[in-house]
């Protein structure tokens, strides 16, 4: 039907058709070849390159943000929350709690050493991989405080720092693996997405049916039995975080750290050292063995004790 349309065209319209057919395919490939060298746009400190060496499907399309995004309406409940920044007047003030509110809001201790790697993990080497290290809310110092960008405090605020790669792997979909050697301890990235309430990620999750989840949630638990849950959806509009694939023996650990606000930024640390070319992988929850439902997404990580499925939802107490 579409070619009898084109051959009724008149030869001049025909004509001007056909350079913007062209024109539009070179800016495809001119985009498309930009998102193989950095699927960030410029958008993190580093280039995040992308490649497949398994099949045909295209780089995956998405609104790349280096932090979680909300609509209007959110971002006001939000920005109304914003946590308490220090006056620390140099960078040797925020080792300690004296006078640094931030280190004072982790009971006095700074949860970094001098390479800006966790403590918690640097300090448990023999961390069973099975699991989760205990739970540590981190509040860091951001550019609002008073002291300077080089404040051991600031870790995850500087975004991802580590050389990563998106790649097509041959059973999961697309993975997210290391261009270079991570330490025990590293920041590597946020994941990051929409804020969502519980409603919309119900209607979401519906509206997808059986395709790979992205949402995540967050519950906190909090003074008088009280949780507070952050639903975060990197489905379209997301970073690098999106591409981690889950493993029932993750080399990554989800901490929450708040920086300069009171929403939850959910940041990947590594669990232990991590070689180049090794895929990045985190834990999606706790899987239901027992639940015949979710046998519809069985887990190919491939661990000695993997699970056999994927959770049914992933969350991070």
């Given at each position: 039907?579409?070619?009898?349309?084109?051959?009724?065209?008149?030869?001049?319209?025909?004509?001007?058709?056909?350079?913007?057919?062209?024109?539009?395919?070179?800016?495809?490939?001119v985009?498309?070849?930009?998102?193989?060298?950095?699927?960030?746009?410029?958008?993190?400190?580093?280039?995040?390159?992308?490649?497949?060496?398994?099949?045909?499907?295209?780089v995956?399309c998405?609104?790349?943000t280096?932090s979680?995004?909300?609509?209007?309406?959110?971002?006001?409940r939000?920005q109304?929350?914003?946590?308490?920044?220090?006056?620390?007047?140099?960078v040797?003030?925020?080792r300690?709690?004296?006078?640094?509110?931030?280190?004072?809001?982790?009971?006095?201790?700074?949860?970094?050493?001098?390479?800006?790697?966790?403590?918690?993990?640097?300090?448990?080497?023999s961390?069973?991989?099975?699991e989760?290290?205990?739970a540590?809310v981190?509040?860091?110092?951001?550019?609002?405080?008073?002291?300077?960008?080089?404040?051991r405090?600031?870790v995850?605020?500087?975004?991802?720092q580590?050389?990563?790669?998106?790649?097509?792997?041959?059973?999961?979909?697309?993975?997210?693996?290391?261009?270079?050697?991570?330490?025990?301890?590293?920041?590597?990235?946020?994941?990051?997405?929409?804020?969502?309430?519980?409603?919309?990620?119900?209607?979401r999750?519906?509206?997808?049916?059986?395709?790979?989840n992205?949402?995540m949630?967050v519950?906190?638990?909090?003074?008088?039995?009280?949780?507070?849950?952050t639903t975060?959806?990197?489905?379209?509009?997301?970073?690098?975080?999106?591409?981690?694939?889950?493993?029932?023996?993750?080399?990554?650990s989800?901490?929450?750290?708040r920086?300069?606000?009171?929403?939850?930024?959910?940041?990947?640390?590594?669990?232990?050292d991590?070689?180049?070319?090794?895929?990045?992988?985190?834990?999606?929850?706790?899987?239901?063995?027992?639940?015949?439902?979710?046998?519809?997404?069985?887990?190919?990580?491939?661990?000695?004790?993997?699970?056999?499925?994927?959770p049914?939802q992933?969350?991070?107490?």
């Amino acid at each position: 039907m579409l070619l009898v349309l084109l051959k009724r065209l008149p030869p001049q319209l025909f004509a001007r058709l056909s350079c913007v057919c062209q024109s539009w395919r070179s800016t495809c490939t001119v985009v498309i070849l930009a998102l193989k060298q950095d699927l960030s746009l410029g958008s993190e400190a580093v280039p995040i390159p992308c490649r497949n060496e398994v099949d045909h499907d295209p780089v995956p399309c998405i609104v790349y943000t280096v932090s979680c995004t909300a609509d209007a309406c959110t971002l006001r409940r939000l920005q109304s929350c914003d946590s308490a920044h220090c006056l620390c007047s140099g960078v040797s003030d925020c080792r300690t709690a004296e006078g640094c509110t931030c280190v004072v809001a982790m009971d006095g201790i700074l949860p970094y050493d001098d390479a800006g790697r966790l403590l918690s993990l640097v300090n448990t080497p023999s961390l069973h991989l099975a699991e989760e290290p205990r739970a540590q809310v981190i509040f860091e110092c951001t550019s609002h405080c008073a002291c300077n960008a080089s404040c051991r405090n600031r870790v995850v605020s500087r975004g991802l720092q580590k050389r990563v790669e998106v790649f097509k792997t041959h059973s999961r979909g697309w993975g997210l693996r290391s261009c270079e050697k991570i330490s025990r301890g590293t920041f590597v990235c946020e994941y990051a997405g929409e804020i969502i309430n519980s409603a919309e990620a119900d209607r979401r999750r519906a509206q997808r049916g059986t395709a790979r989840n992205y949402i995540m949630c967050v519950r906190e638990h909090v003074s008088g039995g009280r949780v507070l849950r952050t639903t975060i959806d990197p489905t379209t509009r997301g970073n690098v975080g999106r591409f981690i694939n889950h493993s029932c023996e993750a080399n990554l650990s989800v901490h929450i750290v708040r920086a300069g606000s009171l929403v939850p930024r959910v940041a990947l640390f590594a669990r232990r050292d991590i070689n180049v070319a090794e895929e990045l992988t985190m834990s999606y929850g706790e899987a239901d063995c027992t639940d015949v439902a979710h046998r519809i997404h069985p887990c190919l990580c491939g661990a000695h004790n993997c699970k056999g499925v994927l959770p049914s939802q992933t969350s991070f107490d």
